[in-house]
């Protein structure tokens, strides 16, 4: 733990010495661009794409997704349609010729769409 400890201090100290000669405003700028690198590092690591519901990195996923819908708007998700009558739902509507809404986006026929 003393290793750490001097390296983190040297660390500190060399972040220190980098940043003095910056204004207030070029360590802000500084600061939004590290986030802005972060954010987009992120961003090449997300994968998006269909997988099994059963799999169980999809049930992580959903429990996240339901949970943060819970602790943002009070949801209860064991109060809300199944994903199958989700389906169901869908494949009916689409059935009837009209355009179904999925999520937060939306399915149109292409010619709508022009």
């Known amino acids: 733990m003393a290793d ?11 972040a220190a010495s980098i940043l003095a000669p910056l204004s207030e405003r070029q360590r802000e700028r ?16 997300v994968e998006v794409g269909i997988v099994d519901p059963r799999r169980p ?8 997704y339901f949970d943060e819908l819970g602790e943002r708007f009070d949801f209860d998700h064991t109060r809300s349609i199944s994903a199958g ?3 169901a739902d869908v494949a009916r509507r689409v059935a009837a ?12 026929p292409a010619e709508a769409a022009r």
Not at 6 to 13: C, G, N, T, W, Y
Not at 97 to 108: E, H, Q, Y
């Open 4 to 14: 750490r400890r001097v390296l983190d201090e040297r660390s500190d100290e060399l």
């Open 30 to 45: 500084l600061v939004a661009a590290m986030e802005d690198v972060s954010r987009l590092l992120t961003a090449s690591m």
């Open 57 to 64: 990195d999809a049930q992580y996923c959903l429990r996240a």
């Open 85 to 87: 009558q989700c389906r």
């Open 97 to 108: 010729g009209r355009d179904p809404a999925l999520g937060a986006g939306r399915v149109r």
